[in-house]
């Protein structure tokens, strides 16, 4: 893999960590994106070849450090989730940008339900259906926009699947 795309997608998980954590009222904390897994899902889809399930590991690792989550919940979350996005990526590709936007919300609603389901068996709290629901709704109206955002990047570096 080359040293700009490693550091490009370093940067973007860099960013989308940032306002994964970044401190917020707790209005705002209640509609948060999934920033990181949009990035993820951006960047698993847009390199087939180049980003793998190691990388979609370890941003999930780096993001459950960050947050103070259980180790490794992120990290098998978004390998999953990676997982399935390589194994479908042809008819995923296939499908125009309102098409993924309406498919996306089923990858937050897995991300969100599985980490509902881990902390459950861990005896942690599970978060109230609004704070469950909200983000990702959010998240799915962010995704076009983002997804616009990171083609751009990939279009000025020159970033393909080459």
């Not at 937050?108 to 609004?130: C, D, E, K």
């Not at 995704?143 to 083609?151: A, D, K, S, V, Y």
């Amino acid at each position: 893999m080359s040293i700009k795309r490693s550091l490009i997608i370093l940067i973007t998980f860099g960013i989308a960590i940032v306002l994964d954590t970044i401190s917020m009222p707790p209005f705002f904390e209640a509609i948060r994106p999934h920033w990181t897994t949009m990035t993820m899902l951006f960047w698993s889809i847009k390199l087939r070849y180049h980003f793998s399930i190691g990388w979609a590991w370890f941003s999930g690792l780096l993001l459950d450090i960050s947050k103070s989550y259980v180790w490794g919940l992120h990290g098998f979350i978004f390998t999953l989730l990676c997982y399935l996005i390589k194994r479908y990526l042809p008819r995923i590709r296939s499908l125009t940008l309102p098409e993924q936007t309406i498919l996306i919300p089923l990858v937050f609603i897995a991300q969100s339900l599985i980490a509902i389901w881990v902390n459950g068996v861990l005896g942690n709290t599970t978060p109230s259906f609004t704070h469950w629901i909200m983000p990702i709704i959010v998240s799915s109206l962010f995704w076009p926009i983002l997804n616009i955002i990171l083609n751009e990047i990939c279009e000025i570096f020159g970033i393909t699947d080459q």
